[in-house]
């Protein structure tokens, strides 16, 4: 098959617009039908007529207190001088709240100001207004007033409403049904026995989760093979059960992605490729009438791509308008470079810190599913824009409440597993609050503070004159600030390798031998920083270990290179060896402490991170990761 190439590369606004004109035009977004459900189970639908009360509400004067209804003339003149007596049973007669107004009264007396003279006389020393403590016929709504219009998404309030006013069935929108195809040879099902370039097939589920939370019906298809004829075949039969169809992978101009021609062949393509990073390789088009739309394989472009175009549509089919997205401006932590001429999607940490929002990026791959399963929130880079510098300010979509945010503990430094340890301890005991925490090493962390960017940071930095951790480089980096180090862990740090140590690597010695590669961390990194110290000591030159310059981020991603077969070697936690079964040869304990600002010592961030590591259970999850010595957590080692 020729090898095609992208129709488009649109402002995504513009392909938007391009595409919902289109779909208006050919009638593809119109409601459908109005359906007649329970008012009890309309809950999120969207209503296709306005709804008027059937009857008013109340709709007989009632006793809004317990007490005496009573003809308000009869109390007229009454007061402390001269208190006024009435008959109960004529004159009073007893009501509950609720009640209806017996006839020939017009307001109620609360029992808490009536005095019993005798069991059929009382005493009152204030005359009563009409209509005090009655809710008259229709107060709450009278019969044909609109209780709610067109297009309205019903929540649990207008339910208790409808059902006041008499209404116990309504029109509403039908939920649009998104038939969702999986496409790729490589696919196989969540629980499959993998096999090397076997891919799990997750992304139909997140998606039609996705479109299940926007009020639609997600008819998810079994995967299908790369083969056009195949392809085709499943269009063509969705198109003709479901309202919209998404054909996730294939979209974009490789030689087995058949997604834009099948769709062509059935239909029409309106746009393929738009000036976006992530989610280029989108495919707007028809089938039959219907929408059908190619997404990108990638979890993240998928993800965006829904977001963008899918959404707008849906909620166009369902009558009604997307949820406005909650917005804040946010100080770039670090610098965001972006090319020109397509706008990017960074998803980013938050936190605040002092008085501002601070935003961290993640990592900015379209394969990265944690990005979003981490991501607060995401900051977009117009077209026209080479990105952000540090301490410039951006708006940020969020993903989380401006609370969560507000409440969020910021820890930016070096990797260490017990972070996330610490993380779900504290949502245990906290659960207003959580913690955030960035790798980006421990000089990293140390230049976040001095940035004000961070409540703390990790970090565990060797002295190489005095054999001490840490102090040194705090006096030097954070020089006239208060600050106090918090020992978290001690760790041991050595050699993570195969399992069975097949390639038989002794010590750091055997990292320069030929048949050897490695994986080293950042620079800035503690251990990369402990590592070169070692190298030095044992006058062993980097430039003869393989991969020296081969960087990682964290211990967990050294360890997946090795597990993978990539690199045969990488300094690291033991801790993270025996998370992935590998072999460990240990080197040299180190001391990894939190270092914490003094202008943030006394504040909750802080506070709720130091109670944690004194909780015992905490400290013992912990010490089952392996490698750890926890014997002065939670200690203060040095303030200055």
């Known amino acids: 098959m020729k090898r095609k190439v992208y129709l488009n590369e649109l402002p995504w606004e513009e392909a938007l617009e391009r595409y919902l004109d289109y779909l208006d035009g050919i009638g593809a977004l119109n409601p459908g039908r109005p359906e007649l459900i329970s008012v009890e189970e309309a809950l999120g639908r969207i209503t296709a007529a306005p709804v008027f009360a059937r009857i008013s509400s109340p709709h007989y004067h009632a006793s809004a207190m317990d007490g005496m209804a009573v003809r308000s003339s009869v109390t007229y003149g009454a007061s402390e001088t001269t208190p006024k007596q009435?008959?109960?049973?004529?004159?009073?007669?007893?009501?509950?709240?609720?009640?209806?107004?017996?006839?020939?009264?017009?307001?109620?007396?609360?029992?808490?100001?009536?005095?019993?003279?005798?069991?059929?006389?009382?005493?009152?020393?204030?005359?009563?207004?009409?209509?005090?403590?009655?809710?008259?016929v229709g107060e709450d709504m009278v019969a044909t007033e609109m209780i709610l219009s067109t297009s309205h998404s019903i929540r649990p309030v207008d339910i208790g409403a409808l059902l006041a006013g008499g209404v116990d069935r309504i029109y509403v929108y039908p939920r649009p049904k998104v038939a969702i195809l999986p496409t790729g040879t490589e696919l196989v099902q969540p629980g499959s026995d993998l096999q090397p370039g076997d891919i799990i097939e997750y992304n139909s589920r997140m998606l039609g989760a996705m479109v299940e939370k926007w009020g639609c019906i997600a008819l998810r298809r079994e995967i299908t093979i790369d083969d056009f004829d195949n392809i085709k075949a499943m269009l063509a039969k969705s198109a003709d059960e479901a309202d919209i169809v998404l054909i996730n992978a294939g979209s974009s101009a490789g030689s087995e992605d058949f997604t834009v021609d099948a769709i062509r062949s059935l239909g029409t393509v309106l746009v393929h490729g738009v000036a976006t990073k992530p989610g280029k390789p989108i495919i707007l088009g028809e089938i039959n009438g219907r929408p059908a739309i190619g997404v990108p394989g990638y979890p993240v472009s998928a993800y965006i791509d829904l977001d963008l175009f899918v959404k707008p549509v849906l909620f166009k089919k369902l009558g009604t308008v997307p949820p406005p997205v909650e917005k804040i401006e946010a100080s770039v932590s670090r610098k965001m470079v972006s090319p020109i001429g397509v706008e990017e999607f960074v998803r980013v940490k938050l936190g605040q810190v002092g008085n501002r929002i601070v935003a961290t990026p993640i990592s900015r791959g379209a394969g990265i599913m944690m990005s979003l399963v981490l991501a607060d929130g995401m900051i977009r880079i117009p077209q026209k824009s080479e990105g952000f510098n540090a301490g410039d300010i951006a708006p940020v979509e969020l993903f989380k409440t401006l609370q969560e945010i507000r409440e969020t503990t910021v820890i930016i430094g070096s990797h260490d597993l017990a972070l996330d340890v610490l993380t779900n301890f504290l949502r245990r005991k906290y659960p207003e609050g959580t913690l955030s925490s960035a790798h980006v090493g421990s000089l990293g962390g140390l230049t976040a503070l001095r940035r004000k960017e961070a409540h703390c940071a990790g970090i565990h930095l060797l002295d190489e004159e005095t054999g001490d951790y840490n102090v040194s480089y705090v006096k030097r980096l954070l020089s006239g600030r208060k600050t106090t180090l918090v020992n978290l862990v001690y760790r041991e740090q050595g050699l993570i390798l195969a399992k069975g140590n097949p390639m038989n690597i002794c010590d750091l010695r055997d990292l320069t031998r030929e048949d050897i590669s490695y994986v080293n961390r950042q620079r800035g990194a503690g251990t990369r920083i402990l590592l070169d110290y070692l190298l030095r000591e044992q006058c062993i030159d980097p430039e003869q270990i393989n991969g020296y310059e081969h960087e990682e981020y964290t211990h967990m991603a050294v360890a997946v290179a090795v597990k993978a077969g990539a690199v045969d070697a990488g300094l690291g936690i033991r801790a993270a060896a025996r998370a992935l079964d590998l072999d460990f040869t240990g080197i040299v304990e180190e001391r990894y402490d939190l270092c914490i600002p003094g202008e943030y010592w006394d504040s909750p961030y802080i506070r709720r991170l130091l109670e944690v590591m004194n909780m015992p259970e905490f400290q013992e999850e912990v010490a089952k990761l392996g490698g750890y010595n926890l014997r002065d957590c939670g200690k203060i080692m040095w303030q200055g």
């Open 86 to 136: 009435l008959i109960v049973g004529t004159e009073a007669i007893p009501v509950d709240t609720g009640d209806p107004l017996p006839v020939g009264c017009d307001a109620v007396i609360m029992i808490e100001d009536v005095h019993y003279l005798k069991p059929d006389v009382i005493e009152i020393i204030e005359a009563v207004p009409p209509w005090q403590h009655v809710r008259i």
